[in-house]
């Protein structure tokens, strides 16, 4: 069992997945993927929007960025995840959740004022590894980022898992809890 006192097993995807312990650390190594695709495309002319808010019947959605140029929007949301899920499906799942809401669609068409908008996923797994449709929007079709910005963003995922594992590895145990 986990040793924060979970009640799950302790493993490195519950580590940097899920234990409460290492949530802040997550939610950094997200911002650090968030912010660095939002760098350049700002560097090769987008106007970026971060985490803007759309309200919807369902409720808002705020999606990581929103980048414009050319009259098109790009809403591009950031993912990473573990290691028991497939980055294919996970990729799929992160771009339907924006691209089938029609009234978030219209909001951004409406206030951009764009006459497209794509939806994008950059979706990594805890250990750095890129789901190949990520890839081919990113770089291939749309040349948002570069092979050296992928590098450097796997090289930054691994070091904010190494972070949660390492800061769950010094943090002081609750007595009976766990082990």
Request: net charge positive; hydrophobic share 35%; glycine share 6%.
């Amino acid at each position: 069992m986990c040793r924060a006192g979970c009640n799950r097993k302790e493993t490195l995807n519950h580590i940097s997945q899920g234990c409460p312990l290492t949530h802040q650390r997550r939610i950094a190594r997200h911002n650090a993927v968030s912010n660095y695709i939002k760098r350049g495309l700002e560097n090769r002319g987008y106007t970026v929007f971060d985490e803007p808010i759309y309200k919807t019947s369902v409720g808002n959605r705020k999606p990581d960025l929103v980048a414009l140029k050319n009259k098109t929007a790009f809403v591009i949301d950031s993912q990473i995840v573990g290691e028991s899920v497939g980055l294919k499906r996970a990729n799929q799942r992160k771009i339907s959740y924006c691209k089938d809401n029609d009234e978030m669609i219209d909001e951004i068409r409406r206030l951009h004022k764009v006459d497209e908008v794509s939806v994008l996923a950059a979706t990594l797994n805890l250990r750095g590894c890129w789901s190949s449709r990520s890839v081919d929007d990113l770089i291939t079709k749309n040349r948002m980022l570069t092979q050296n910005d992928l590098t450097v963003r796997s090289t930054r995922v691994l070091i904010g898992t190494y972070s949660a594992f390492t800061l769950f590895n010094k943090s002081t145990w609750r007595a009976g809890v766990g082990a």
